[in-house]
C-alpha cells in the first residue's frame, strides 16, 4: 500500500487564508467597492455562524464569473502574493519535501477552492488536491458548492474516499494541521501533527501526544 502526507493549507503550509486574501485582490482588481460582504462575514464570525454556512456566503460571491476568468485572477494573485512577501511556513515546507524523498504522496486538504490551490500545488509538487468543488454550469459558477464540504468532518470523508481510491495505508500516513477543525482529519491518520496550533487544538494534541511543529 502507499503512504501519504495530507496538509492543511491555511496557516499550515501557508501564512495567510487564501480565500479572504485572493478575495481583498479580486475586489480591487475589479473595482467592487461594496463591503458589506466583509462586514457580514466580520459579523457571522463573531457570532459563531458554523464555518460551514460562512463558506457557502463566500462562494456566492462569485455567481456569475467564468471559470477562466477566475482562474486567471487566481494566478495573477498567486505572482503577486509571491512579489509582495514569502507566504510559505518553512517548518512545514521542509516536512512536505521530506516526506517527498521518501516517495509519500503529497495531498493537499483545504475548504479553499482549486483555483487558489492549484498554483501552490504545482510550486511545491503535492500529487493532488482535495478541496471545495464550486458548481459550473456551461463554464460559468453559479455561486453554489458541491457536497461533501472540506472542513471539519467532510476533510476526514474526502481523506478515507480518496484513500480507498488510491490504496493509502492511513495508519501509516501523516496529516499536518493547525485548527480545532482539523481535528477529523487529524484522526484519520496514524501520524497527526499539529502546526503551531491555536490553544484549543494544542491542549487537545497533548492529550493525544501528537507532534507539535
Not at 21 to 39: A, P, Q, V
Not at 82 to 107: A, C
Not at 120 to 149: M, S, V
Request: proline share 3%; charged share 25%; net charge negative.
Amino acid at each position: 500500500m502507499n503512504e501519504a502526507a495530507f496538509f492543511n493549507v491555511d496557516n499550515t503550509l501557508i501564512n495567510i487564508e487564501s480565500m479572504f486574501d485572493f478575495y481583498h485582490y479580486w475586489t480591487e482588481i475589479t473595482g467592487n467597492k461594496d463591503n458589506s460582504y466583509i462586514e457580514n462575514f466580520q459579523k457571522d464570525m463573531a457570532d459563531n455562524i458554523p464555518r460551514t454556512i460562512v463558506n457557502e456566503k463566500y462562494y456566492q460571491q462569485f455567481q456569475g464569473q467564468t471559470l477562466e476568468s477566475l482562474n486567471d485572477k487566481a494566478n495573477k494573485w498567486f505572482e503577486d502574493l509571491f512579489r509582495k512577501q514569502q507566504p510559505l511556513i518553512h517548518k512545514t515546507i521542509e516536512r512536505l519535501y521530506l516526506h517527498k524523498k521518501v516517495n509519500h504522496k503529497i495531498i493537499f486538504v483545504s475548504s479553499s477552492m482549486i483555483s487558489l490551490l492549484k498554483p501552490f500545488a504545482k510550486y511545491l509538487g503535492a500529487n493532488d488536491i482535495l478541496c471545495t468543488t464550486l458548481e459550473i454550469k456551461n463554464g460559468i459558477l453559479t455561486g453554489n458548492i458541491l457536497p461533501p464540504q472540506i472542513i471539519g468532518e467532510g476533510k476526514q470523508i474526502a481523506i478515507k474516499q480518496y484513500a480507498e481510491v488510491n490504496n493509502i495505508n492511513l495508519e501509516r500516513s501523516f496529516a499536518y494541521g493547525n485548527d480545532i477543525s482539523d481535528i477529523p482529519m487529524l484522526e484519520t491518520v496514524g501520524n497527526a501533527v499539529c502546526v503551531y496550533p491555536k490553544t484549543d487544538l494544542l491542549m487537545y494534541a497533548k492529550e493525544k501526544s501528537w507532534e507539535i511543529l
